[in-house]
């Protein structure tokens, strides 16, 4: 199983993002998927999670600026990032809980981080 993110970049203040993040390999079906960030000496949290079913969870600091999705494909995810701001630079990581073709549910698999960066 790989999770593979794309998107990250550099950006103005204001200016917007969309991170996405695709698992692949032998995954059966998607519980839930989301991302988290992490600053330079701060530890990880989490940004936004979307459920199988489509509930999601925000971080209060993104709320009304990010939007999380699905695929059509449903094991991909999205991350819309408006009104960035320099506080949002991190290491963005695409995490998963998923079951696999096995029939084994595996939690919190990490895929690579994507760095995002709000200057000007």
């Known amino acids: 199983v790989q999770l593979q993110a794309f998107g990250g970049g550099l950006v103005q203040p204001g200016q917007s993002l969309r991170l996405s993040c695709t698992a692949s390999?032998?995954?059966?079906?998607?519980?839930?998927m989301g991302w988290y960030r992490q600053a330079p000496g701060k530890q990880r949290d989490l940004v936004a999670r979307i459920s199988s079913g489509g509930s999601t969870n925000y971080a209060d600091s993104v709320k009304g600026r990010f939007t999380i999705s699905r695929g059509n494909a449903k094991n991909t995810v999205y991350l819309q990032m408006n009104s960035l701001k320099p506080e949002d630079t991190a290491v963005y990581y695409c995490?998963?809980?998923?079951?696999?073709?096995?029939?084994?549910?595996?939690?919190?698999?990490w895929g690579q981080g994507t760095l995002v960066t709000v200057s000007s």
């Open positions: 390999g032998s995954v059966f079906s998607i519980i839930a």
């Open positions: 995490n998963a809980d998923l079951e696999k073709l096995n029939g084994v549910k595996v939690y919190d698999y």
